[in-house]
């Protein structure tokens, strides 16, 4: 099975860019399709962003089309998330998840078998 580990989480101000990394290892990162998630303080974890195995294919939940962009390293085994223009509304644990290509729905995290940690993302008003 792969392991999946986040970093780039931080405390920026409205208006500032972020990049998050998920290092996979244990199984070349080209098996999986992969997304990220995030859950804000007393909410559900809700999809951000996915992306197919080869990046051919990415998909964003409509809050942060424009904003945020989803990429891959394959060769890397890393995945990526882009977050610039963040708002205080992004603020949440960010997480990285895989799924076996084509299984399940993009925007589901039940279509995903394996996660990462998370890390935070603040953003002050």
């Known amino acids: 099975q792969v392991q999946l580990v986040e970093a780039g989480g931080g405390l920026v101000q409205a208006g500032d860019s972020l990049k998050l990394s998920c290092a996979a290892s244990?199984?070349?990162?080209?098996?999986?399709?992969m997304g990220w998630f995030r859950q804000a303080p007393g909410k559900e974890r809700e999809f951000v962003a996915a992306?197919?195995?080869?990046?051919?294919?990415?998909y964003y939940v409509d809050s942060v089309k424009g904003r945020f962009t989803i990429s891959r390293d394959n060769a890397r085994n890393t995945l990526y998330l882009q977050m610039n223009s963040l708002k205080a509304e992004d603020t949440a644990a960010y997480y990285c998840?895989?799924?076996?290509?084509?299984?399940?729905?993009?925007?589901?995290?039940?279509?995903?078998?394996?996660w990462g940690h998370g890390t935070q993302v603040t953003v002050s008003s």
């Open positions: 244990g199984r070349p990162s080209s098996n999986y399709d």
């Open positions: 992306i197919n195995w080869n990046g051919g294919f990415t």
């Open positions: 998840a895989a799924r076996q290509r084509r299984i399940g729905t993009w925007d589901h995290e039940g279509s995903y078998a394996y």
